[in-house]
């Protein structure tokens, strides 16, 4: 506890963390989606890789929903087994590193501008 009064029942320094936090966050996301954006344009193969990484991600958390213990499709220890999770970041880093080598950089073409014609 801080000496700082509480906001919203919580403690003053534990809320001024947490909104710096999100500060902090929302900085940081704006310069990372502009890089990303910069990066798609370059190589916009690795579109596809993100859909895949994101439908790869969905697979684990059915895996997940399937092992829980009140439905039981898959055995309880299954989602958390070695042998799954190896699985799991095998196929996510093939994903990410076979998007990257077979997504084929950008170029830029330059637009020829033809004469106008004036009557």
């Not at 890089?35 to 916009?44: A, T």
């Not at 958390?80 to 990410?96: C, D, Q, Y």
Request: aromatic share 10%; charged share 15%; proline share 3%.
């Amino acid at each position: 506890m801080t000496s700082m009064p509480e906001i919203g029942g919580m403690d003053g320094g534990h809320f001024a963390v947490i909104l710096a936090g999100g500060i902090i966050g929302l900085v940081i996301m704006r310069f990372a989606a502009s890089y990303f954006v910069g990066l798609l344009d370059r190589r916009p193969g690795l579109e596809t890789a993100a859909y895949l990484i994101v439908a790869w991600v969905g697979v684990k958390l059915a895996v997940y929903t399937l092992a829980h213990p009140e439905l039981a499709i898959l055995t309880e220890g299954f989602a958390k087994s070695a042998g799954w999770k190896i699985s799991f970041w095998s196929v996510l880093l093939s994903i990410g590193i076979g998007g990257w080598f077979l997504s084929k950089e950008k170029t830029h073409q330059t637009v020829e501008s033809k004469p106008v014609v004036q009557n």
